[in-house]
């Protein structure tokens, strides 16, 4: 397939499920009546100020995963990494447990300090992984630390888990999991942020194809493997710091997104990246449309689906690229 | 144009790797790099590409230290191919070969025909839809070295080219094709220095070879001189024979 086949394609795939994801829901919409304004006002705060900001959040925060899970699987050369490695969402949820726990109890400030401090927990979480590897040449030493902060930083929600009341437990579980619900515009403009990252870790394609050669042959044609890395890493973090701070974690969407895209369409990251950015939007919506809509009026979080499904679906991805690369 | 080592030595963890070695290659030569398991020969390579820094004595590209080049001003100049690769995604063999012209700034166009003229020379033609991780050792090898030709394709006169081991996985008539190139890049002017176990092959090639062993120096010159029957025994520790066959110095053993 052509590449420009396969952009049309999976553009058009977006706008087809973002306009179904628009008229899907516990109430489903007209789309005509909402454009032609003849919708009822219910209909129309439904619409612009519930769904729309969601599924622009779906877009935003599944094209950053995907693209970021893309750029670190590239830059450790390794098809089962996942940002998730460098610390940066085990970072999140030790600072905003923390929160949850200590911080201030006024529900007003509630919201915006846990997401504050997600935020905060990410950079710090991916700065001491980049502290211990500092000295070290080699990417194993990178994975090394970042499984080391990742285990401490579990037992540290742990223990807040074990000091916190019934009703804080709860909801530090349920922010560990991830969801769309309540997504503001002013959420989704935060969420904006990440979307210079994103640009930015688009002009590393061409390096981050040169090093999935290896780091001495990357270092031989010019390429500065230790600022590469540094850039990838820096901005892939800040990239889900700021989804994680604004829906929670929302787990495989950056291991199997990209995973996918690279055995139908190859590796070259110039395609892989916008690709999967597209194609992670595109599974966020749908993902997020069926915890909407599977259990009305209940809503399941959307990390609980990506992680029932994206689990056995990596495993089957697995099993056939095993049959399809290794005679 | 010239590449040379000056009285350099390298240690790693406090263990001498290289002693007191001084070798000079220059424009159009084939250079072999020859000695047993453990003598420093990537060790070597690894001085001139500039990976290492000599602990003591000096690396000079055209009588300037490597650094001042920097990286990427480097990676204009100077081409090498490591022992393996890491490579275990799914690119198509022109994708890789097509990442060695990163560091030449090039227009997309010169790119390409660049790596179709180098493809054509190493017989990969039809191995140009493939993906990589799908290849064979010695077909992986052969795009490995169409890369780092690519690199400097278009600079022969100024390039040189560092080579560890690049016959090792290839069959008989690949690497004929392999050292025929590298003789026609020689004519334009390339420097082209390689470790080779081939003894044979090395004496056959090259203008000049360098014995190495236990990180020194034990001989160096044109191949009457170092493939001799004593040196090669001191070095290698086997009984050999060296006959003259069809003209040639041919290794017995």
Known sequence: MSRTLIFTLLSIGLIVLFLVGMSMGAVSIDLMRILSGAASVTDQIIFFELRLPRLAMNIIIGAGVALSGAAIQGLFRNALADPALIGVSSGAAVFAAAFLVFGVQEPALRLAGVSGSAFLGSIVATTLVLLVAKKSHSTSTILLAGIAVNAIALSAVGLLSYLSTDAQLRSVSFWALGSFNGVTWTMVGVAGLSIPAMILIYFESSRLNIITLGDREATGLGVSVRQLRLRVIVGCAFIVAIGVSQVGVISFIGLVVPHLVRLTIGSNHKVLLPASAIGGGAIMIVADSLCRTLFVPNELPVGILTALVGGPFFIYLIIIQKNRFRI | ?253
Not at chain 2, 28 to 47: D, F, H, M, V, Y
Not at chain 2, 128 to 140: C, D, F, H, Q, V
Not at chain 2, 204 to 215: E, F, K, P, V, W
Request: glycine fraction near 8%.
């Open chain 2, 1 to 253: 144009m010239s590449i040379k080592l000056h009285q350099a030595s390298l240690q790693i963890d406090h263990r001498e790797i290289l002693s007191d070695v001084s070798v000079c290659f220059g424009a159009g030569e084939i250079r072999t790099i020859i000695g047993p398991n453990g003598a420093g020969k990537s060790s070597l390579l690894g001085l001139l590409s500039g990976e290492r820094q000599p602990s003591a004595g000096t690396c000079l590209l055209d009588s300037k230290s490597l650094r001042s080049y920097g990286l990427e001003g480097l990676s204009r100049r100077l081409a090498i191919l490591h022992q393996q690769s890491s490579l275990d995604f799914p690119f198509k063999v022109d994708e890789v070969i097509e990442m060695g012209r990163y560091p030449c700034n090039s227009s997309d166009s010169v790119n390409k025909n660049i790596v179709s003229e180098v493809k054509a020379k190493l017989d990969l033609d039809d191995l140009a839809g493939r993906t990589y991780i799908t290849l064979s050792g010695g077909e992986k090898q052969r795009v490995q070295i169409a890369r780092v030709v690519a690199q400097l394709w278009d600079q022969l006169e100024h390039a040189i080219f560092l080579f560890d081991e690049p016959t090792a996985p290839l069959d008989l008539a690949h690497q004929r094709q392999f050292l025929k190139l590298c003789e026609e890049m020689k004519l334009a002017g390339a420097c082209i220095v390689m470790v080779v176990h081939d003894i044979n092959l090395a004496s056959r090639y090259s203008d000049q070879i360098t014995l190495l062993m236990d990180g020194r120096v034990l001989a160096d010159g044109k191949a009457e001189v170092v493939i001799t029957e004593s040196l090669i025994q001191e070095a290698y520790q086997v009984d050999i024979a060296i006959e003259m066959l069809a003209g040639r110095r041919m290794l017995v053993y």
